[in-house]
């Protein structure tokens, strides 16, 4: 009876929900998405194009589960000791958010940065510190106020300890002048399987779960939407649109009324409006297994009785899931307090950040939702903005401010939206 209710403990700590998202970000080629299947046996570069390319395209997901092995204080991924074969104490769930690297799926990564709670900075032992996009998504994670980072120094494999040395320095200075210049840096080889385990620790001290309140009005960020109907499927076996995200407060339930805002777009008397949708939650995911609630922390799914065509190919992405009448407004235009930085930040030569100049167009995201907007008014104060796509967000929210620099939109600064 006893191993009966041992066996059954284990199974229910595997279909707990994932307390936090740490975003994993870093240059290209730095070694995300190995990492990502070391810690959790998935590779996330599913979509075809990103398999051709070798790049993340698109926000990858994955759990893992942290447990510690009490007998010799080893941090592991696995229920069982790898040094003494007997069960392991379960710590955490987590949801790992691969985030791309390459310059100009800068968008993506903003929008990935608004649903996380701590990050993973990684850098290359074997290339100079700091490169391009590394100094592009240290300073999107100050910009987004993400304050808990660990910095995960990768492929010390491929260098001599004088080099990975010379390369921890490197990093050291990077971060002297940032928020995170006390940040950890963990050296380790994701390919090697090397130090993991420290990564793990580091993870447990340096990232904890932030304390959440259940009651507020509940809020999802949508991050992906899609059909997961067959192509030739019989009408009577098609299911409802599905809305994966992370829940940023309050509490889901399946059965629940929801709205989703802005919603979708229409043209009414030659003109594009925004409709929210209502719809009910029909079935709720998380770690992949089905659960009748939700709350905040890790990635998650919501599967709805929306048209499935509806939800194709991330057609809501950057849309609010709430009760209805309760979300914020829709913004078709907006009112920033800007703030700028001095210089570009991961163009190749050092440039300088210019004032917003009228009619320019800019790239901005809140929450998961990114669109472009033309200044109408370009004072520091008071930066108002005509947007292409409107947002949902609330008066006070951070907004990433984005310029086209050559032939990619760098990031210069954000705004604080006024009411």
């Known amino acids: 009876m006893t191993q009966i209710k041992k066996t059954a403990e ?54 893992f589960d942290i447990y510690l092995d009490e007998e010799n204080h080893f941090y592991t991924t696995k229920e069982k000791s790898v040094k003494n074969n007997k069960p392991t104490k379960h710590l955490r769930k987590i949801s790992l958010v ?14 990935g940065a608004a649903i996380v709670d701590g990050a993973l900075l990684l850098v290359a032992a074997n290339e100079k510190c700091p490169q391009p996009q590394t100094k592009e998504h240290l300073m999107a994670l100050q910009i987004t106020g993400i304050k808990n980072i660990i910095v995960v120094q990768n492929k010390i494999d491929l260098v001599s300890t004088e ?5 921890y320095h490197e ?30 620790e580091a993870i447990q001290t340096y990232i904890p779960t932030p304390t959440r309140s259940p009651k507020e009005q509940p809020v999802m960020l949508i991050a992906r939407s899609f059909d997961i109907n067959k192509p030739g499927s019989k009408p009577s076996l098609l299911v409802g649109g599905v809305l ?35 719809s009910k939650v029909v079935q709720i995911f998380s770690g992949g297994k089905p659960v009748e609630e939700i709350t905040p922390g890790g990635s998650m799914a919501l599967r709805t009785d929306l048209d499935p065509s509806i939800v194709k190919s991330d057609a809501l992405t950057g849309c609010l899931v709430g009760k209805p009448g309760k979300l914020p407004l829709i913004h078709y235009q907006i009112a920033l307090d800007t703030f700028l930085l001095e210089r570009v930040v991961g163009a190749k030569e050092e440039t300088d950040v210019k004032p917003l100049a009228k009619q320019e167009t800019l790239m901005l995201n809140v929450n998961s939702a990114a669109t472009v907007g033309v200044v109408v008014d370009p004072s520091k104060k008071n930066t108002t903005c005509l947007l292409k796509k409107p947002i949902c967000a609330n008066v006070g929210d951070r907004i990433t401010i984005s310029r086209r620099v050559g032939d990619r939109f760098r990031l210069i600064g954000y705004g604080i939206l006024k009411g």
């Open 98 to 111: 691969d985030a791309p690297g390459h310059e100009s799926l800068m968008a993506t990564m903003l929008s």
């Open 244 to 278: 994966g995200g992370t829940v940023k407060q309050g509490v889901f339930k399946v059965g629940d009324e929801v709205e989703i805002a802005p919603g979708y777009m229409v043209e009414e008397k030659n003109k594009k409006i925004w409709k929210p949708l209502q």
């Open 10 to 63: 284990k199974k229910e700590s595997h279909s707990l929900q994932p307390e936090i998202n740490i975003a994993l970000v870093g240059h290209v080629d730095h070694g995300k998405t190995t990492l990502t299947e070391r810690l959790s046996g998935k590779w996330t570069d599913t979509h075809s194009e990103e398999l051709k390319r070798g790049i993340t395209i698109r926000l990858g997901y994955a759990d």
């Open 171 to 200: 990093v050291r200075e990077f971060l002297y002048n940032t928020p995170f210049k006390n940040a950890p840096i963990i050296p380790i080889s994701a390919r090697a399987n090397v130090n993991i385990d420290m990564l793990l």
């Open 163 to 167: 080099e990975a040395l010379q390369n």
